[in-house]
Each structure stands twice: as structure tokens, then as C-alpha cells.
């Protein structure tokens, strides 16, 4: 049962009064990496346990099959920090977001160095680079996007919404022409379309209890998946929904419901654009025209605990991650486009998002 | 003559097209088939016999192939699917349709379900005078062992006649015998009440030591066999995993703790037994390793017991001691606590059980977390069993106070899976204990010189909201000295 509620904790533990920021920079010896600037890479997001500072990152070599743990640490000397929420690529710098200790690190991705650090957040989530110049970065439980200069690594200004500070949360960031489009997904039920010329809201739409996570396909067609909140939660619950949305007009052009119960999580998508992949009792997989929901995963889970999906760009092959028992040391499943299993191997505790290099 | 044969050209081609332009118009436009199925969830619903009808919509299916295939065997070569089953379950039908101009498939999920049954009537707990859930005894030459009838029901004016063989020992309102291994030898223990007897065996065995497996430089630190693995019902008994037989349910512990993976205790009373390929020695110290899943905030705490191979045959038929915990003594504590559990009647129910003290409840079916159809042990074949043992007072509340964050406080030390600051030592993820905080019958220290087996059992009757019944969670047991 503490499995289920260790699933929860991370979201719910957010609801409670602010905590101090946990990040515990132990000094250790630093390690030399250079890894093959020209090939493939993919970073594992190790989120660690809540207050524990043990988050960490891993890097798996697709050609090589080699995996690497505990990258950052080893070649900065000093810990990642305290629960790792996602990284994302941008002018050949990775950004990693550690939610709870309130910094995004800029690493060099051959040498896994530290060649930024943007500081003075609470509770980021997802950062997007706009321009050279300019960044923005999601916070939980602020109701504000945080427009950042990543050169300078000082925050420049804010975009505002109407939320507010006690529920106001934004969350994944989607490109699409000179927008963003975020999705407030804590406790919240719409999705946000930024004009980043203007840093300011110019759109919102009502999808549904906590949209947990976006994708644009290959139509320019924006796919959003609500998780429907969870029971006798007090802001409500309802089934989990996959909608497609056009991000002109944005309005909701078709939407899939799931069966109540469901826990859906983690919407990616195909590197062609043309076919979408999340986390349901497995993995499933839909095509982006199918008229309904696959009606079992693609992939069945089998006593494992999914956590984190990524498709490989260049191949289409499936990465799960596992997180065992959200306690011990997770492992990756890779699996080929066609379901089959391929191989494993062990990374951090709670591997929860992935990042190609 | 250039421009001549360029005039010819086009000529030619125009009356090329123009002859086929009629043939154009006929052809069929070379699509693949599509199918549009007439429910837009492509899941069905039928009762067990029941017809059900399928007529998806088609378009380009001209001189198409249908088949229908389930588990890859063709049930259908029709458009339209009629498809009824005499079995509760669900299954997956695909629909391939196929022309020359290429093949589409789609699937279906058709769940075939069984009459409801309704809820499951009240259980009626069993109405025996008394209860006697061992009549076998091993117990080592020197030492005492509590003889007991459990759970009697009236005891007003009761008198208890105890015998040993054929010697009468006792006759008191008391229904306890503290019975004297003064020598070895397999004694005939009888108990009168009125008009019930109820006959025991107690078998004297050698003197502590005899049986003694020292621990040699090949010994493992861990668990070398699981010999009995009895949860309570629970949310994850029977996930992921298929045990049809205790040797399968054991073997599923194996497994787990080889991978160092939990294993549910399930609600109270639940329990499973480890063994090592030595006995594991008293030092006074913490001996005894026992992995689980801390948290700060939500203890699931499990109580340990030992028990020394006293009769040398290898199997935990012994005398348990439990090891004291910090609120073994505690007022709150019960000792003796049983729960009875009782099989639902269809799958997908909750499981109703029956306290010894008057008590009932539910283990609730969480059909959003965990979709089994049985939270009652497959393996164990009984439609009702009862687990007993030694209840804690529950800590658990909701700390949000609306149903949505629930604590579980810890307990000060002495538990599996109960984050505390004195017997994690500089662990994460493990509680330690010491044999010499096993204790008799009457709480008075056991003495053990060394133990040979191991028993965790869930010490907590408690629900927590949407979050379902306290389960304590282990996920490996070790002989700490080897690891020291």
C-alpha cells in the first residue's frame, strides 16, 4: 500500500506547507567524461526520493549499449540535488530542473559539467529555450512562468496568468510557431497559449482535471492527456481523457475517454509524428488518426512499474522505465518498435523522464 | 518537320488518353480497407451466454476477406461478428479485412461477465466453544511452553481439567497450562471442559544446542528457503504474480527477495516464514536484518518472531518467541488477536473478516489501483482462514483531513517496515533486531542462544482511506552478524 501512496507522494507532499529546499552538495572527486559528440546519447532523469537529495543522472549509449550512473556528481564533484524533474537539449546545453532544490543546471552533454546554474525558483518543473536569449521555466504551485536569460542565467520577468499562488501551476511547454503552450496540470484543468513575443497569456482552454502531459504530431495537431486527478481528491476526480486539440483555433477537435480507473501518464510521441505512446497498465500505442483508444497496451507491464517513457528519434525504439518500488535503483527496458524486449539496465532511483542528446 | 512530328506527338497522346478514358473512370480506387466500428471505445460488455453483435461499418471492401481471429485462431470469416461465451472473462478479437489493394486490422475487447451476485452476506464467524490452532507441540528439554484454548466463548463458571498423560495436572477457572519439558519424550496433554476434551501432543525434544548450525565461511547472509508465505487478503495479493500452491507462493518470495523486491504481508495476521542454511547466533547485538519499505511518514509495521529448529527436522514446527518491539508491553497492544478472512463470492469484491473480539470489516476492493479479480490468496484453498497474532494499536490518520494525505506515525523501534532512528542504525532501508528481546509466553526473556528461523508478520488492522488497508512490505531478511 506504501506503494501506491509513494506514487502520490510527490504530488501530494506539494500541497503541504512550503519546505526548505533540500540540496545537499557533498564535495566528491570529480571524473573526466568525453562522450562521442556525433552520436546518439539518451540522459536518464533520475528523480531520487523526496527529501532525500538523491537525484541523480544517467546516460545510456544506444550503439554501445553502455550506461553510465551517476553522471553528474562524478563529474562535478557535488550532488545533482533533490528530486530531478525533467532536462531538455537547447544550443548544446542540457538543463536539468531539480523541482525541490529550486535550480536548473546547464551541463556541457559530452562532459556532463556544469556550464550553467539558474537559480531563485521554488519548485521549477520544465524549462523551453525561446531564443539564444531567452527561457521559460514552469514552476509548481506558482502561478507565474518564469521568463529566464540563459546566458546571463538571471530571471528577466514573468508571465502572468490568473491563477494564484495557493493552486496556480504550470507545468510542460509545447512550441508551436512564436507560442507556447503549457498545461497547468496540478490541481488545475486548462491548458495556457503564451505569445512569446509578448510574454503574455493569449489563450486558455478547459480540458480537463490535471493535464498531465503534450505532444504535437506530425499534423501540427496538439495531443493532451488529462490524468483526471485522483479519488476523494478535493478538487475532484474523473476519468483520464485524450484530447486532440488545434492550436490555431484551439478548440478541442476530438477526445477520448478512458474507463474510470484508469491512470494514463507520460502522452510521447512517434519520432514520424504519426503515432502516440503513454503509460497504462503497460505501454499503449495509438495512431494519430485511430477513431478509438487501443483496448490493451502495446506493451504489457508484467509486474514492473512503469514510470517514464521516451521513443528513440532515430530508430523508434521504446524506452520504459521502471521504478521498481519507487524506493531502490529503477532499470530501463528497451524495447524494439514492435513491443519485443531488447535488454535492460539499471540507472537511479525513480527514473522519471528522459532527454535525447 | 520538327514542328510536324510534334503536331503528330500530341495527337497521338490525346487520342491515347481519350480511348481510355472510359476505362479510367471504372477503376476502383485502390484503397486499403477501412473499418469503422459501430462502439467508439471498442469495448463490449455481454452477460455469460449472451449474443453479442458486432457490425462494424466498411468502405473499400470489395471482394475483401473478414476474419475474425481470437488468440490467433480465425472464429469468424463474416462481416458482421456473433460471438457469445460460456466463461466470465475478457478477451481480445481482432478484425482483419483484406483486398488486393492491402490489409486493415482493428481490435476489440469484449468482457464477458458473470450475473451479479450481489454483496456477499454478513459472515457468521464459527460458534466452536474453543479454539485450539495448534495441537502439536516441539519444545526443547528445560524449558515451558503455554498450552491454551483460544477464543472461548462463554467462560463464566468455567473450569478446565488438564492431564498429561493420563495424569491429571490442573483443575482451575484458568484455562492456561504452563507445561514442564522435564524430559524427553512425546506426552499425551488432554483438556477437559464439561463435556468437550480436547487432546494435544507435546513432544520433548533434546536440549537446546543439539540442533545447532554453526555458521561456516560458505554460509549466506540470507534467506536459503521460504517455507510458508500467508498474507492476509490485499490490494497486491495475487498482482503480478500467479500462485496456485503454497510451494508457488513461496517460491514468489524467493524470487522477490532475490531481486530485493517487496512482498505484501496483506491486512493483519499476515505473515511468511524464512529460514537460513545456519542457525544465527545471540550476540546481545543486533543480529538480524530485515529489508522493507521506509517512510518517514507511513510505518507498516510488521512483528518478527524466532524460533529455534528444537526438534531438529528442519521445519518451522516449533515454538515461536516474539521479539519485543517498544509497545510490545504497551496497554494498547493485543496480543493474541485473530482475524478471520473470508473468500468473496465473485471476483472483484472486497473481503469481509471477523475479529475475536467482537470486531468486523472489509479489506476493500481498490478496483482503480489494482484490478485483480482476487485479493484472497488463490493458493490457499479454505473459504475462510484466520491469522493471529499480536495487534498494535494503529497511528494512521488523515492528515489533510479530506480524505487525501493519510500518515501512519512510527512506532519507536522493533518493527519491519516502521522508520525510526534506533534499530535502522546507518541504514536506509532495514530494521534490526536482537534474539535477545525474544520473550516467553509471559514477556520473561527466551534466552535463545541462536535461532534458526524467522517469522514476519503484519502487526497492523488498519485502513487508510482510498489508500486501503496497512501492509506491512519485506523485501529481504539477513543474518546481520555474516554482514557485519
Given at each position: 500500500m506504501k506503494i501506491l501512496r509513494s506514487l502520490l507522494t510527490a504530488v501530494l507532499a506539494m500541497t503541504l506547507a512550503v519546505l526548505p529546499s533540500c540540496m545537499k552538495y557533498g564535495p566528491s572527486e570529480e571524473e573526466e567524461f568525453n562522450v562521442d559528440p556525433s552520436g546518439e546519447g539518451l540522459f536518464i532523469i533520475n528523480e531520487g526520493n523526496y527529501m532525500y537529495g538523491n537525484a541523480s543522472l544517467s546516460y545510456y549509449d544506444p550503439v554501445t549499449k553502455h550506461v553510465e550512473n551517476e553522471v553528474f556528481v562524478r563529474s562535478n564533484g557535488f550532488k545533482l540535488g533533490d528530486v530531478a524533474q525533467s532536462m531538455t537539449m537547447a544550443d548544446g546545453i542540457g538543463w536539468v530542473v531539480v523541482n525541490n532544490s529550486g535550480v536548473i543546471f546547464g551541463i556541457d552533454p559530452t562532459t556532463f559539467k556544469e556550464v550553467r546554474r539558474i537559480t531563485g525558483f521554488t519548485s521549477p518543473r520544465y524549462f523551453r529555450m525561446i531564443s539564444p536569449t531567452k527561457a521559460y521555466v514552469t514552476q509548481i504551485w506558482d502561478p507565474r512562468v518564469f521568463v529566464v536569460n540563459p546566458v546571463t542565467c538571471e530571471t528577466t520577468g514573468y508571465v502572468t496568468t490568473d491563477m494564484d499562488y495557493d493552486s496556480g501551476s504550470t507545468e510542460m511547454m509545447v512550441s508551436y510557431g512564436r507560442y507556447i503552450i503549457t498545461n497547468c496540470w496540478s490541481f488545475q484543468n486548462r491548458i495556457l497559449k503564451i505569445d512569446t513575443g509578448s510574454d503574455s497569456v493569449v489563450k486558455s482552454l478547459v480540458v480537463g482535471i490535471q493535464p498531465e502531459s503534450m505532444v504535437m504530431d506530425c499534423n501540427d495537431k496538439l495531443w493532451v492527456l488529462t490524468d483526471g486527478g485522483f479519488k476523494d481528491s478535493d478538487y475532484g476526480y474523473e476519468a483520464p481523457k485524450l484530447l486532440r486539440i488545434d492550436p490555431d483555433t484551439f478548440r478541442i477537435e476530438q477526445s477520448f475517454s478512458f474507463p474510470d480507473g484508469t491512470h494514463a501518464s507520460r502522452l510521447t510521441v512517434s519520432a514520424e509524428g504519426d503515432e502516440l505512446f503513454w503509460l497504462d497498465n503497460g505501454v499503449c500505442k495509438m495512431s494519430t488518426d485511430a477513431t478509438h483508444l487501443p483496448v490493451r497496451p502495446f506493451i504489457s507491464r508484467e509486474g514492473t512499474l512503469f514510470y517514464g517513457l521516451t521513443i528513440n528519434p532515430v530508430n523508434g525504439e521504446i524506452y520504459v522505465s521502471d521504478a521498481v518500488d519507487y524506493v531502490q535503483s529503477g532499470t530501463v527496458l528497451r524495447y524494439s518498435q514492435d513491443g519485443e524486449l531488447l535488454d535492460t539496465f539499471n540507472v537511479g532511483i525513480n527514473p522519471g523522464s528522459f532527454c535525447w542528446r | 518537320m520538327g514542328r510536324f512530328n510534334s503536331i503528330f506527338i500530341a495527337l497521338t497522346l490525346f487520342l491515347a488518353v481519350s480511348c481510355n478514358w472510359n476505362e479510367v473512370i471504372e477503376e476502383v480506387t485502390p484503397m486499403p480497407p477501412e473499418i469503422t466500428l459501430d462502439n467508439s471505445s471498442a469495448v463490449y460488455s455481454i452477460m455469460v451466454g449472451e449474443m453479442l453483435t458486432v457490425s462494424p461499418v466498411y468502405r473499400y471492401v470489395e471482394d475483401a476477406a473478414f476474419a475474425w481471429s481470437c488468440d490467433g485462431e480465425v472464429i469468424s470469416s463474416e462481416p458482421v461478428l456473433r460471438y457469445t461465451d460460456s466463461l466470465a472473462h475478457t478477451v481480445f478479437i481482432t478484425i482483419s479485412v483484406t483486398t488486393e489493394y492491402g490489409s486493415t486490422s482493428d481490435e476489440i475487447r469484449v468482457d464477458v461477465k458473470a450475473p451479479d451476485p450481489g454483496p456477499d452476506p454478513e459472515p457468521e464467524p464459527d460458534d466452536d466453544f474453543w479454539v485450539f490452532p495448534q495441537t502439536e507441540f516441539n519444545v526443547s528439554l528445560g524449558r515451558s511452553i503455554l498450552l491454551k484454548p483460544y477464543d472461548i466463548k462463554e467462560s463464566d463458571g468455567a473450569h478446565y481439567i488438564w492431564t498429561v498423560a493420563g495424569v491429571q495436572m490442573q483443575d482451575s477457572a484458568e484455562p492456561e497450562f504452563v507445561f514442564e519439558a522435564k524430559q524427553e519424550g512425546s506426552y499425551v496433554v488432554t483438556v477437559t471442559h464439561v463435556n468437550l476434551v480436547q487432546t494435544l501432543t507435546v513432544n520433548v525434544c533434546p536440549a537446546e544446542g543439539t540442533f545447532y548450525r554453526p555458521a561456516s565461511a560458505s554460509s549466506a547472509a540470507t534467506v536459503n528457503r521460504i517455507y510458508e508465505f500467508t498474507p492476509a487478503?490485499?490490494?497486491?495479493?495475487?498482482e503480478d504474480y500467479t500462485a496456485n500452491t503454497p510451494e508457488e507462493a513461496t517460491a514468489y518470495v524467493m524470487q522477490r527477495f532475490g531481486e530485493v523486491k517487496y512482498v505484501s504481508l496483506g491486512g493483519f495476521g499476515g505473515y511468511l516464514i524464512a529460514g537460513f542454511d545456519h542457525s544465527i547466533d545471540n550476540t546481545g547485538e543486533y543480529e538480524i536484518g530485515i529489508v522493507s519499505h521506509l517512510s518517514e511518514e507511513y510505518t507498516e509495521a510488521g512483528a518478527v518472531w524466532v524460533m529455534q529448529d528444537e526438534n531438529g527436522d528442519g521445519l518451522p514446527n516449533d515454538t515461536w518467541y516474539e521479539l519485543k518491539g517498544s509497545d510490545t508491553f504497551a496497554a494498547t497492544t493485543v496480543h493474541d488477536y485473530a482475524v478471520t478472512y473470508y473468500r468473496p463470492s465473485a471476483p472483484g469484491m472486497a473481503v469481509q473478516w471477523t475479529d475475536n473480539l467482537g470486531g468486523s470489516g472489509k479489506v476493500s476492493y481498490m478496483a482503480s489501483y489494482h484490478h485483480q479479480d482476487w485479493y484472497y490468496p488463490l493458493w490457499i484453498t479454505a473459504d475462510r482462514y484466520t491469522l493471529r497474532g499480536t495487534r498494535l494499536e494503529a497511528h494512521n490518520y488523515d492528515r489533510s483531513g479530506n480524505g487525501a494525505y493519510w500518515v501512519n506515525p512510527p512506532y519507536a523501534w522493533g518493527y519491519v517496515d516502521n522508520f525510526n532512528e534506533v534499530d535502522m542504525l546507518d541504514s536506509k532501508d532495514t530494521n534490526h533486531f536482537k534474539i535477545s528481546n525474544a520473550v516467553r509466553y509471559d514477556g520473561s526473556p527466551a534466552n535463545l542462544e541462536y535461532i534458526d528461523f524467522v517469522k514476519v508478520q503484519n502487526a497492523l488492522n488498519a485502513s487508510s482511506g482510498w489508500l486501503g488497508e496497512v501492509s506491512t512490505e519485506v523485501c529481504g531478511i539477513f543474518d546481520h552478524n555474516l554482514q557485519k
Open positions: - | 487478503p490485499g490490494q497486491y495479493v495475487n
